[in-house]
Protein backbone atom coordinates (compact mmCIF):
# COMPACT_ATOMS: atom_id res chain seq x y z
CA UNK A 1 0.00 0.00 0.00
CA UNK A 2 1.63 3.32 -1.13
CA UNK A 3 1.16 6.27 1.31
CA UNK A 4 1.09 9.90 0.50
CA UNK A 5 2.86 13.00 2.49
CA UNK A 6 2.33 16.10 1.80
CA UNK A 7 4.44 19.36 2.47
CA UNK A 8 4.17 21.93 3.92
CA UNK A 9 0.54 21.26 5.44
CA UNK A 10 -0.19 24.94 5.09
CA UNK A 11 1.64 27.43 2.10
CA UNK A 12 1.27 31.60 3.35
CA UNK A 13 1.71 33.46 0.39
CA UNK A 14 0.63 36.50 -1.42
CA UNK A 15 -1.19 37.00 -4.69
CA UNK A 16 1.25 37.35 -7.76
CA UNK A 17 4.03 34.70 -6.12
CA UNK A 18 4.78 31.60 -6.97
CA UNK A 19 3.25 27.82 -4.98
CA UNK A 20 5.15 24.83 -5.08
CA UNK A 21 3.59 22.12 -3.58
CA UNK A 22 5.02 18.58 -3.12
CA UNK A 23 3.86 15.21 -2.59
CA UNK A 24 6.12 12.31 -1.41
CA UNK A 25 5.13 8.69 -1.97
CA UNK A 26 5.93 5.69 0.57
CA UNK A 27 6.74 3.87 -2.67
CA UNK A 28 7.36 3.91 -6.52
CA UNK A 29 3.97 5.31 -7.65
CA UNK A 30 3.62 3.00 -11.41
CA UNK A 31 3.85 4.82 -14.29
CA UNK A 32 3.50 7.91 -12.74
CA UNK A 33 -0.24 7.96 -11.98
CA UNK A 34 -0.04 10.77 -9.80
CA UNK A 35 -2.75 13.35 -9.58
CA UNK A 36 -3.46 17.06 -8.25
CA UNK A 37 -6.70 18.37 -7.52
CA UNK A 38 -8.02 21.79 -5.76
CA UNK A 39 -10.60 21.64 -3.42
CA UNK A 40 -12.38 24.97 -2.85
CA UNK A 41 -15.25 25.14 0.15
CA UNK A 42 -18.13 23.30 0.30
CA UNK A 43 -17.28 21.95 -3.30
CA UNK A 44 -16.23 18.89 -4.92
CA UNK A 45 -12.96 18.31 -5.95
CA UNK A 46 -11.33 19.60 -9.37
CA UNK A 47 -8.58 17.79 -11.50
CA UNK A 48 -5.97 20.04 -11.93
CA UNK A 49 -3.12 17.34 -13.36
CA UNK A 50 -2.81 13.60 -13.75
CA UNK A 51 -0.04 11.55 -15.45
CA UNK A 52 2.02 13.94 -12.85
CA UNK A 53 2.38 16.50 -15.22
CA UNK A 54 -0.54 16.28 -17.75
CA UNK A 55 -2.51 19.68 -17.32
CA UNK A 56 -6.52 18.55 -17.55
CA UNK A 57 -9.05 20.35 -19.23
CA UNK A 58 -9.67 23.70 -19.15
CA UNK A 59 -7.01 24.14 -16.40
CA UNK A 60 -5.05 27.37 -16.46
CA UNK A 61 -1.54 26.55 -17.51
CA UNK A 62 -0.21 28.36 -14.58
CA UNK A 63 -0.48 25.00 -12.73
CA UNK A 64 2.07 22.86 -13.54
CA UNK A 65 3.39 19.25 -12.35
CA UNK A 66 6.27 17.12 -12.73
CA UNK A 67 7.93 14.39 -11.06
CA UNK A 68 8.83 10.35 -11.30
CA UNK A 69 8.80 7.89 -8.61
CA UNK A 70 8.10 8.97 -5.08
CA UNK A 71 8.81 12.82 -5.54
CA UNK A 72 6.12 15.13 -7.03
CA UNK A 73 5.42 18.69 -7.30
CA UNK A 74 2.53 21.12 -8.68
CA UNK A 75 3.65 24.25 -9.07
CA UNK A 76 1.16 27.46 -9.34
CA UNK A 77 3.10 30.40 -10.98
CA UNK A 78 1.20 33.75 -10.69
CA UNK A 79 -1.34 32.90 -7.79
CA UNK A 80 -4.67 34.44 -7.98
CA UNK A 81 -6.97 35.03 -4.98
CA UNK A 82 -9.45 32.42 -5.85
CA UNK A 83 -5.75 29.88 -5.77
CA UNK A 84 -5.95 29.92 -2.11
CA UNK A 85 -7.63 26.73 -1.30
CA UNK A 86 -7.20 23.26 -0.60
CA UNK A 87 -5.03 20.55 -2.68
CA UNK A 88 -4.73 17.39 -2.55
CA UNK A 89 -1.98 14.62 -4.19
CA UNK A 90 -3.51 11.18 -5.56
CA UNK A 91 -1.97 7.52 -6.66
CA UNK A 92 -4.16 5.54 -8.67
CA UNK A 93 -1.23 3.17 -9.94
CA UNK A 94 -2.35 0.42 -7.48
CA UNK A 95 -4.85 0.08 -5.21
CA UNK A 96 -5.93 1.68 -2.78
CA UNK A 97 -5.70 4.92 -4.64
CA UNK A 98 -4.61 7.08 -1.71
CA UNK A 99 -4.98 10.62 -1.18
CA UNK A 100 -2.26 12.72 0.43
CA UNK A 101 -3.39 14.50 3.35
CA UNK A 102 -3.29 17.92 1.81
CA UNK A 103 -2.08 21.54 1.59
CA UNK A 104 -3.58 24.58 2.51
CA UNK A 105 -2.48 27.73 0.61
CA UNK A 106 -3.36 30.64 2.14
CA UNK A 107 -2.77 34.21 1.69
CA UNK B 1 -23.54 17.89 -20.17
CA UNK B 2 -22.09 15.47 -18.30
CA UNK B 3 -23.94 14.85 -14.73
CA UNK B 4 -23.73 12.88 -11.74
CA UNK B 5 -25.74 13.07 -9.45
CA UNK B 6 -25.85 10.89 -5.87
CA UNK B 7 -28.74 10.37 -3.56
CA UNK B 8 -29.67 8.36 -0.68
CA UNK B 9 -27.51 9.88 2.15
CA UNK B 10 -29.10 10.77 5.96
CA UNK B 11 -29.00 10.08 9.03
CA UNK B 12 -28.22 6.15 10.49
CA UNK B 13 -27.56 4.59 13.64
CA UNK B 14 -24.49 3.27 14.03
CA UNK B 15 -24.94 -0.72 13.33
CA UNK B 16 -27.23 0.63 10.30
CA UNK B 17 -27.63 0.05 6.85
CA UNK B 18 -27.39 2.60 3.88
CA UNK B 19 -27.42 2.47 0.21
CA UNK B 20 -25.91 5.20 -2.00
CA UNK B 21 -26.91 6.00 -5.94
CA UNK B 22 -25.03 7.72 -8.40
CA UNK B 23 -26.62 8.31 -11.75
CA UNK B 24 -25.03 9.15 -14.61
CA UNK B 25 -25.82 11.14 -17.55
CA UNK B 26 -23.74 12.55 -20.62
CA UNK B 27 -20.85 9.92 -21.19
CA UNK B 28 -20.51 6.51 -21.66
CA UNK B 29 -21.47 4.86 -18.38
CA UNK B 30 -20.91 1.25 -19.74
CA UNK B 31 -17.20 1.85 -20.86
CA UNK B 32 -16.08 3.71 -16.93
CA UNK B 33 -14.71 3.01 -14.32
CA UNK B 34 -16.02 4.52 -11.13
CA UNK B 35 -15.35 4.80 -8.24
CA UNK B 36 -16.74 6.69 -4.31
CA UNK B 37 -14.18 9.06 -2.38
CA UNK B 38 -15.82 10.35 0.52
CA UNK B 39 -14.90 13.36 3.38
CA UNK B 40 -15.72 13.21 6.60
CA UNK B 41 -16.05 16.92 8.14
CA UNK B 42 -13.66 19.32 8.03
CA UNK B 43 -11.05 16.41 6.78
CA UNK B 44 -9.19 15.69 3.59
CA UNK B 45 -9.99 13.13 0.91
CA UNK B 46 -10.94 9.53 1.63
CA UNK B 47 -10.93 7.19 -1.90
CA UNK B 48 -13.49 4.20 -0.84
CA UNK B 49 -13.30 2.24 -3.63
CA UNK B 50 -13.53 1.34 -7.44
CA UNK B 51 -15.45 -0.52 -9.85
CA UNK B 52 -14.54 -1.70 -12.89
CA UNK B 53 -16.24 -2.26 -16.32
CA UNK B 54 -18.08 -5.25 -17.80
CA UNK B 55 -15.31 -6.25 -19.98
CA UNK B 56 -13.15 -5.94 -16.98
CA UNK B 57 -15.41 -8.18 -15.10
CA UNK B 58 -16.75 -5.34 -13.03
CA UNK B 59 -13.76 -6.12 -10.25
CA UNK B 60 -14.05 -4.23 -7.09
CA UNK B 61 -11.41 -2.96 -5.22
CA UNK B 62 -11.90 -1.40 -1.66
CA UNK B 63 -10.26 0.84 1.05
CA UNK B 64 -9.14 -1.25 4.21
CA UNK B 65 -11.69 1.18 6.73
CA UNK B 66 -14.53 -0.24 4.64
CA UNK B 67 -13.58 -3.85 3.27
CA UNK B 68 -16.09 -6.25 4.08
CA UNK B 69 -18.78 -3.28 5.07
CA UNK B 70 -19.32 -1.78 1.95
CA UNK B 71 -20.29 -3.13 -1.36
CA UNK B 72 -19.99 -0.97 -4.94
CA UNK B 73 -21.88 -2.15 -7.48
CA UNK B 74 -23.40 -1.05 -11.01
CA UNK B 75 -26.48 -1.11 -13.31
CA UNK B 76 -25.57 -0.24 -16.82
CA UNK B 77 -29.14 -0.32 -17.87
CA UNK B 78 -29.87 2.19 -15.32
CA UNK B 79 -26.55 4.03 -15.58
CA UNK B 80 -26.31 3.87 -12.24
CA UNK B 81 -23.21 3.11 -9.41
CA UNK B 82 -24.29 2.09 -5.90
CA UNK B 83 -22.87 1.91 -2.72
CA UNK B 84 -23.92 -0.45 -0.21
CA UNK B 85 -22.79 0.23 3.41
CA UNK B 86 -23.71 -1.82 6.34
CA UNK B 87 -22.27 -2.15 9.92
CA UNK B 88 -22.14 1.66 9.85
CA UNK B 89 -19.86 3.25 11.94
CA UNK B 90 -19.57 7.16 13.17
CA UNK B 91 -16.62 7.23 11.51
CA UNK B 92 -18.25 6.47 8.39
CA UNK B 93 -20.07 10.47 8.88
CA UNK B 94 -19.14 12.11 5.40
CA UNK B 95 -19.85 13.52 1.92
CA UNK B 96 -19.61 10.97 -0.37
CA UNK B 97 -18.98 11.40 -3.92
CA UNK B 98 -19.01 9.61 -7.18
CA UNK B 99 -16.49 9.71 -9.70
CA UNK B 100 -14.57 8.59 -12.73
CA UNK B 101 -11.88 9.40 -15.10
CA UNK B 102 -14.63 9.93 -18.03
CA UNK B 103 -12.77 11.32 -21.08
CA UNK B 104 -9.26 10.55 -19.66
CA UNK B 105 -10.33 6.88 -20.14
CA UNK B 106 -10.35 4.03 -17.93
CA UNK B 107 -8.12 3.64 -14.71
CA UNK B 108 -7.08 7.10 -15.03
CA UNK B 109 -7.60 10.23 -12.82
CA UNK B 110 -11.10 11.43 -11.36
CA UNK B 111 -11.95 13.80 -13.57
CA UNK B 112 -15.50 13.74 -13.43
CA UNK B 113 -17.19 14.17 -9.85
CA UNK B 114 -20.89 14.74 -8.26
CA UNK B 115 -21.60 16.64 -6.08
CA UNK B 116 -21.87 14.78 -2.90
CA UNK B 117 -24.65 13.22 -0.77
CA UNK B 118 -23.92 13.31 3.53
CA UNK B 119 -24.22 10.14 5.22
CA UNK B 120 -24.12 10.99 9.14
CA UNK B 121 -24.08 7.82 11.17
Known amino acids: EILLTQFPDTLSLSPGERATLSCRAS???????LAWYQQKPGQAPRLLIY???SRATGIPDRFSGSGSGTDFTLTINRLQPEDFVMYYC?????????FGQGTKLEI | EVQLVESGGGLVKPGGSLRLSCVVS????????MSWVRQAPGRGLEWVGR??????????DYAEPVKGRFTISRDDSKNTLYLQMKTLKTEDTAAYYC??????????????WGHGTTVTV
Open chain 1, 90 to 98: QQYGSSPHR
Open chain 1, 51 to 53: AAS
Open chain 2, 51 to 60: IKNKINGETT
Open chain 2, 99 to 112: ATGGPLGIDSALQL
Open chain 1, 27 to 33: QSVSSSY
Open chain 2, 26 to 33: GFNFNNAW
